[in-house]
Every structure is written in C-alpha cells, then in structure tokens.
C-alpha cells in the first residue's frame, strides 16, 4: 500500500507531502500541456508503496545532518552512542526523523504543518538522549515552496543540534550548478571530513555558467555558502534557485559519477561530523540548544522558465 499523501495546489503548481515518510517531500512539479514538469526528482510509486525516504523528492534532516562518525561522540562529558539505532549506515547518518512519521496538525490548499516529538528510549531510532520537538511548515506560493524549520529542546540539559533538508533533483547531462562558496571539505573514502581546502569546483560553481552536473565525482560540504544555489536545465529554458536562511550556513553538494541519474543540493546548518570534527564553528556549523531553547528557520525553491 502506497503511503498517504497530502496534495498543496497553487494554479498549476502542485506538492505531494508524505508525512508517514519521514515527514518527506513527494514531488514538486507544475502541470503543463505536455504533463508534470518537476523542480524535485518525484518519488516512484515503488518508494511510496516501500516508504522509503530515500526515494522521496526531499526530506528532513534532524537532529543532525549528514553523517556522525560510528555514531559516536562525547557532549557535556558523556559519552553518546548512536549505533545501535537502527540506521543502516557505518556512520550514523542524517538524524533519525526521516526515518519516522510526522503527524499532520493543520492543512489547507497551500499549507500543511507537520510536528515531530523525540522521546528517548532504549528502542531503536530512540537512542538519542536528549528529548525535543520539531515544526515543518510547507507553503506553497505562485512563487516558491518555501519550508520552514523549528525545533525545541525539551530537556533539562544542553543538546547538540543541526538540521537541513535533503532534496533530488531531476539530473540530465546538460544539468548546471551556480552557487558561491569559499571552500570544500575534503573526505577521506567512507565521506568523513579532513580539511577545509580549495578545490576546482569552488571557482566552477560561481562561474556565470554555472557548473555541470557531470564535473567532478561529488559527495563533499561546502563551508561559506552564500546561502543562495541555482540548479539550471539550460536546453529546457528552466531552473530551480534555492534560497535559505542562516543558519543554513552550509551546502552540500551530491553528484555521484558512479550513478549519473543522482544530484542534491542541500541547505544544511553543519558539516559531516561536526561534533567530533576539531574545527572552528563558524567552518564546520553545528549549534547547542539549552534548555527551552528554539532555532528556526526557513527554505525556498524558487522556480523560473
């Protein structure tokens, strides 16, 4: 059975939400003569029916991004393990509320709000200690889809936090890439971090052109994001601009030689690692929640033909 799917509609302009998937983005497309024209890669009706987040057009990425290093680390003098929760990875990897539903509080034509509560536990994809409540606000304007994160730490002590989203977009071999960033981290071959250098695709992202898809084999964070990225379909007339808030300090850059079909650019609020990485902050991202405390902030993909 496919999962259930809440539709936005603007004009032509249309958004599947799939809540019981990690809270996910379906598709992100606008109706034409010829037939759905899409900004994100749509997820198949395989992936709906697996639930598999993996296969959505974007989801959520919390309480951290990216990946943790044998999902392990040390917070306030206390050693964390996040192993055993269930995330298939050798790093833990992008959270664990893309692994589970969001409910569904209020939906309109244009609008639905999903929330996400943490409660640790000794039950697999609970094994984060710190307790905490999520918001994602999906808009849809003649403009844009705009998303709009919140989270709250509801423990009684500080918690490490980072957050961003994770989308696909549809990769052809004219696929270009704009974007303006100071630096990359390099990895070492399971993609944890080991330095913040230059690298050719910094000066190829802000040429005027943009840089294509197909360049370089990529799965790499960029430090010094301008916090603006377009993704441009040039022999269709089209593109896509992603447009984020601080603290989506952070992007990350998904182009996979091995699998040409693949490509993400996400708005990300810290680097692979960033609580064991030895690193400024202002470079590697990340923040701390005290208690009570709330970050937000907000996302757009503005599309242009």
Not at 98 to 125: D, I, M, N
Not at 189 to 217: C, I, K, N, Q, Y
Request: glycine residues 6%; contains cysteine; negative net charge.
């Amino acid at each position: 059975m496919s999962a259930a799917l809440i539709e936005l509609r603007f004009g032509a302009r249309h958004v599947l939400i799939a809540p019981d998937v990690g809270g996910a983005i379906a598709a992100y497309f606008d109706e034409t003569d010829k037939g759905p024209l899409h900004w994100l890669r749509p997820a198949t009706r395989e992936a709906l029916a697996a639930r598999d987040p993996l296969g959505m057009a974007s989801f959520p990425l919390l309480p951290y991004c990216n990946r943790i290093r044998e999902g392990r680390f040390v917070f306030d003098g206390r050693a964390i393990d996040l192993s055993g929760d269930g995330n298939a990875f050798d790093h833990a990897l992008h959270g664990h509320a893309w692994r589970r539903p969001w409910r569904v509080v209020s939906s309109t034509e244009t609008a639905v709000e999903l929330h996400f509560s943490h409660e640790p536990s000794a039950e697999p994809a609970h094994h984060w200690p710190f307790r905490y409540e999520a918001v994602q606000r999906i808009a849809l304007t003649a403009e844009a889809l705009t998303v709009t994160m919140t989270a709250r730490n509801l423990s009684d002590r500080p918690m490490p936090f980072g957050m961003g989203h994770h989308p696909y977009y549809p990769r052809t071999s004219a696929t270009r890439i704009h974007a303006r960033v100071a630096a990359m981290w390099h990895a070492t071959p399971d993609l944890l971090p080991t330095h913040l250098a230059t690298h050719p695709s910094v000066d190829r992202l802000a040429s005027p052109e943009g840089m294509p898809a197909d360049s370089f084999d990529l799965d790499n964070n960029y430090a010094g994001w301008s916090r603006s990225a377009t993704i441009a379909w040039p022999d269709e007339a089209r593109a896509v601009t992603l447009r984020a808030e601080a603290p989506f300090d952070h992007m990350v850059l998904y182009a996979p030689s091995s699998e040409p079909s693949l490509l993400c650019v996400e708005p990300v609020s810290n680097t692979v690692d960033w609580i064991n990485l030895d690193a400024m902050r202002d470079v590697k991202g990340g923040c701390v929640l005290a208690p009570g405390e709330s970050v937000s902030a907000s996302f757009a993909w503005v599309p242009s033909r």
